[in-house]
């Protein structure tokens, strides 16, 4: 099993410190699988603005009518003074104002990032997965192995 560049024989651990390992494993995956949720769902709030944006029609002259969102579940009419012209978050509570094709750009490369995250945390987590399954067969031999040499001392 490989843990942070170190090489460890799985069979010169006792039962007990095979368990730490185990549990340490399952909290590393857990806390993994949570991080790959979490950038699931932020890669799917950034395309659904890159939908958004692309949405847009150019100004034809006429102010196109919208819901602006009060608070999660309360809305209000509203017109789209400018739909060549987006506020787009940038992160940390700062917003940029962009012409929708920077802003389409902008999210697509979002996107993207999170898609290379999502893949590289996905092989990650596969390699935790597969040392915890290592750890968990190893315990399993090491318990079942424990009561016919404690038959056969006695």
Known sequence: MSGQGQQVNLDSL?????????KQLDEEVEHLTNSFTQLHAAQQ?????????????????EKKDILVPLTNSLYVKGKLADPDRVIVDVGTGFY????????????????KQ???????LEAIVQQ???????????????????????AQKA
């Open 14 to 22: 006792s039962a007990q410190q095979l368990s730490q390992v185990k």
């Open 45 to 61: 709030k950034f395309k659904e603005c890159l939908r958004c944006v692309k949405a847009q029609t150019p100004a034809t002259g």
């Open 96 to 111: 940029v104002e962009k012409d929708t094709k920077s802003a389409a750009e902008f999210y697509d490369d979002k996107v």
């Open 114 to 120: 999170l898609a290379s995250n999502i893949t590289d």
């Open 128 to 150: 935790k997965t597969n040392n915890l399954r290592v750890v968990e067969e190893v315990l399993r031999q090491k318990v079942l192995a424990s009561p016919q040499a404690q």
